[in-house]
């Protein structure tokens, strides 16, 4: 019947307007970058991630759980990694084909590329607070405010490190998860935004409109 069709037409068409989260209109992997890192996030190349999710997972074991100091470990590492190199470069009079040791040289233009990048996004930042502690958008204002006092009062709960690895597990399972799961997550999110848009508005209405301010009134020439 031509009435199901236009009617299963008009449904497809509907999920396909659906709202993303955050307003996005690109795939998350684009959103992400669209290269390795957007790879490696996503558990596309899996072999990858899993070993940095391990290296990262060992690191934060051995300073937060064994409580190995940094500049311990640093010797430690740098003694056996001397030592292999040591063995291996004096053995290689008993192979017939001597194995190459690799040289490690770290470009400058890396270095270079990794300060810009910090110092732009800096300044963004900085920029970003200031209008922010001007108080031109009052909501914008309290939400970060209440966002910071969140912040603080984990900060207060978990050392530094631990924060660290929190985010680094948050950066490397939210959004994995949010794409196998992308439709339930957006319909999750849109439901919360609705119910705080309506306690936000009943918070303006009945606290932020009763706040008396100053109104400018305009001088007449005499």
Known sequence: MPVYSSDSENENNKNKTVA??????????????????ADVVLWRNRNVSAA????????????AVVEYQFLALVCHVSIAAMLILFIWSNGAALFDSPPKIPEIILSESAFTKVASTFRVELNRLITNLHEVACGKDLKLFIMVIAFLWVLSMIGTYFSSLNLLYLGFLCIFILPAF??????DVDKFVRTRQRNLRKMYSRFDSEVLNKIPRGTVKDKKSS
């Open 52 to 63: 940095i999710l391990f290296g990262v997972t060992a690191i934060w074991f051995l300073f």
């Open 178 to 183: 949010y794409e196998r799961y992308e439709q």
């Open 20 to 37: 993303k989260l955050f307003g996005r209109e690109r795939p998350l992997h684009a959103v992400l970058g669209g290269a390795r890192v």
